[in-house]
Each structure stands twice: as structure tokens, then as C-alpha cells.
């Protein structure tokens, strides 16, 4: 019973209204194969690499095999961030006391819950976001899970297999109050929607968010709100840390988080609508969608930064050193953490194997809207937030980093 009530509470929030409404590509599609594709994401890779005795993993007994997955999926320890609201198939083993860890890089998230098993998201170029179990049956091994795509083929994933960050009001134990407010939340949501049933340790000021808390008065859950925001530096002394792997749930890391996990689900859809399309010899309809990546893309709607943030874990000193940077030492991983997420707004997804996967079409559609926004030929007042400073500093850093940039990107000028 308690399994069916938080499959329901799951669905719930995946069903939250996205902005693209159109009818969302099917994972079934010929064109899609979704479940029979051969697979190139970061998992299948390591697998195949286990198996031909090229790697191997190893066993400790505070953390299984985490660590060493870590490790050989690149996927740092600094990145950790822990949710102890009740949003996962493993709901029995997650409260306060026990908050799910995740873990992450580019292509592939990482998460598990104290004696729990191994969950693992990792990207295909083509197929979007593949789910694995690791140690659910008790041996050390991947299994391709399908329960996860109840919730993770979504509105809140545009209809294709993603990425969500939700934000609820948790009871006691970390069961969301389903008479409360709950968000699907990117770098666009407000702060003050962000984060409930989250741990959030760093240094946020006066900013205030849902994390850190959970409803003390059920029949007025919203009260949580109104309370001021607590402020961790990190979670010793909050709960016992003994099997994880770090004591923090950074800021940083989690920010960084909300915005690969809408980037990848606007970059699988892209790919999906024109691969169906060509199939289907179906007028391509990718326009819209590819201005919405774009404005996604160069952060034009992000909500801004009241007050300055620091992570206390790392992450934010580590993420920038994975570049590329260009012959002025800059990089789109570059943060601000001021005013804005960051120091040059332009997603440093765009170097991603899941964006070199789309179709060249989809690509060229991309390239087109991003170097109209980029040249200031696109004079919406919206656009504004985007500087000439900003713009020609982005420009350039694309030209001297990603490669198979159209030649059409030039000098910023105005």
C-alpha cells in the first residue's frame, strides 16, 4: 500500500504543466526505439568495460560500491546533494535521517540512499536518459530499470525519458503534503519555490528557499514558508553521516543541477521531434522548440540572484576547471554566484555528446536561432538582460572551443 501511495504522490509531481503543451514524441516510435536502440551513454560504456575485465569495481562496508562507481563513471564526490523528501521508488529507506545522495557530471547522475540500492541516470546521445539499477538483486551489476519511467516520461521531462528536480512540502518523515504547493524547478523558478524536501548546505545570505525544513503544523503546511530559511554550512551534526560519502548537499552543485537536468530534456526532445519527423516525411516543426532551447540555453528567463551564494563542498572551485577554456582563460563553466548562476550565459551543455547527437537539422535550426540572439539581430526587449559584453564574450568563446560551430558566427559588433 505504501508503495502504490508514493507511486501516485510521484506521478503527481511529474505531472506538473510544462511550458511546450504540443502532443510529446513517443518513446515507441519507430524512429525512437527507445527500448531496443543500441545504446552509447556512459553506463552501456562502463558495463561493457567491467565485463571485458578492463575495469573493476570495488567493495566497502560503509558505502558499497558508490565510491568506486563514482570513480569510474568521473562523477565527483563534490557534487552531493541529498533529498530527504519521500520522491523515490526506495521511499521506505528515505527521511531526514536519511536523505538519498546524488552525484553527478555531465552525462550521468548517481544516486542511492543508505542501505539502499545503486540508481543511475546516464545519457545516450540519441535516446535521452537510459535508468539503471545497480545491486537491486543483490550481485554487482547494471540493470536497465523501466519502473523509473512511470515518472521520468513526463510532462515535467517534455515527454521524452529525463530529468526532474521537484520541490515539495515535507511532513515529519519526508512524505510530501499533498494539500501543499509542489514545483518542478530549473533556473527559472524562484528561489522562494526551490529546494523543499532538499538539504542545502552553503553560505545563501538572506536568500530564502524551501530547503532545510519540513512542515511542522499539517493543517497549515504553508507556514513552512513564511519560516525563515535555516542556513547549513554543511550536515555534520544535523544527522548521523556514517555510509555517505560527504557532508554536504552544496548550493552550487544543486543550481548546477536544476539546470543540466531541463537542458538535457530540451536537447533529447529536439533530437526525438526531428528524427520523427524525417521518418514520418513530416514538414519539420522544430522552430519554436528550437527558440525555447535557445532562451533556455542563454539563461534568459533565469531568476536572479538576491544576494551572493558560496558552496562549501568544492564543487564550485572543481567545475570550472573542466573547461574548455579559450585563449583568454575563459570558459562557459566559469561561475558568477553574484548576481547570476554564470559569469558567461551560455549553457555549457553545448558541448555535450547528447547536443552532437542531434540531427544536423535540429543542430542547424539551434546554431541559427543562438547566433540571431548572439549577432543582436533578434530586438525583442526580453533580450535585453543578454549585454553586448555578454554577447561578444560568449560569441567568442564558442568560436575558439566547440567545434562544428558554423563558420556565420563572427565578430559581435552590436
Not at 538483486?137 to 529525463?162: I, K, M
Not at 550536515?235 to 552550487?252: F, R
Not at 529536439?270 to 522552430?287: L, V
Not at 568544492?314 to 574548455?324: C, I, Q, R, S, V
Amino acid at each position: 500500500m505504501k508503495r502504490v501511495t508514493i507511486l501516485l504522490i510521484l506521478i503527481l509531481l511529474a505531472a506538473i504543466v510544462v511550458k511546450s503543451e504540443d502532443p510529446v514524441p513517443s518513446r515507441n516510435h519507430p524512429a525512437i526505439g527507445y527500448l531496443s536502440s543500441n545504446l552509447k551513454d556512459p553506463v552501456t560504456d562502463l558495463a561493457r568495460k567491467i565485463q571485458d575485465g578492463e575495469v573493476q569495481l570495488t567493495f566497502d562496508s560503509q558505502s558499497g560500491y558508490l565510491r568506486s562507481l563514482l570513480d569510474a563513471l568521473k562523477v565527483p564526490i563534490e557534487s552531493q546533494v541529498a533529498v530527504f523528501s519521500k520522491t523515490s521508488f526506495q521511499s521506505g529507506l528515505i527521511n531526514p535521517q536519511n536523505p538519498r545522495t546524488i552525484f553527478f557530471n555531465d552525462s550521468v547522475a548517481v544516486a542511492r540512499p543508505r542501505n539502499g540500492f545503486i540508481e543511475l541516470a546516464s545519457t545516450d546521445p540519441q535516446q535521452g536518459v537510459i535508468f539503471y539499477a545497480f545491486g537491486e538483486f543483490g550481485s554487482p551489476r547494471f540493470v536497465r530499470d523501466q519502473e523509473c519511467l512511470v515518472c521520468h516520461v513526463s510532462p515535467a521531462t517534455l515527454g521524452v525519458p529525463g530529468l526532474a528536480i521537484g520541490s515539495v512540502f515535507p511532513a515529519k518523515d519526508g512524505t510530501p503534503m499533498l494539500d501543499a504547493p509542489n514545483f518542478i524547478t530549473d533556473h527559472r523558478s524562484p528561489l522562494e519555490e526551490r529546494w523543499g524536501g532538499w538539504y542545502v548546505t552553503g553560505e545563501t545570505g538572506s536568500m530564502r528557499h524551501l530547503g532545510n525544513r519540513i512542515v511542522s503544523n499539517p493543517d497549515n503546511p504553508e507556514m513552512m514558508a513564511a519560516a525563515p530559511t535555516p542556513m547549513f554550512e554543511s550536515l555534520k551534526g544535523k544527522l548521523d553521516l556514517a555510509g555517505y560519502l560527504s557532508p554536504y548537499s552544496d548550493v552550487v552543485a544543486l543550481m548546477i543541477l536544476e539546470h543540466q537536468a531541463h537542458m538535457t530534456n530540451l536537447i533529447t526532445r529536439m533530437g526525438w521531434e526531428s528524427r520523427i519527423n524525417t521518418y514520418d516525411r513530416a514538414k519539420a516543426g522544430n522552430t519554436d522548440l528550437a527558440k525555447e532551447l535557445v532562451d533556455y540555453m542563454l539563461f534568459i528567463d533565469e531568476a536572479p540572484l538576491p544576494v551572493k551564494i558560496k558552496g562549501t563542498s568544492g564543487f564550485a572551485e572543481k567545475f570550472p576547471l573542466l573547461g574548455p577554456n579559450d585563449s583568454k582563460g575563459r570558459s562557459l563553466r566559469q561561475l558568477d554566484l553574484e548576481r547570476r548562476l554564470m559569469r558567461y550565459p551560455c549553457s555549457y551543455m553545448i558541448y555535450s555528446q547528447a547536443f552532437d547527437g542531434m540531427p544536423s537539422d535540429a543542430k542547424d535550426a539551434v546554431y541559427s536561432r543562438l547566433w540571431q540572439v548572439l549577432s543582436g539581430k533578434e530586438t525583442n526587449p526580453r533580450y535585453a538582460r543578454l549585454s553586448l559584453a555578454d554577447r561578444k564574450a560568449v560569441t567568442e568563446i564558442l568560436r575558439e572551443t566547440k567545434k562544428g560551430l558554423p563558420s556565420y558566427f563572427s565578430e559581435v559588433t552590436k
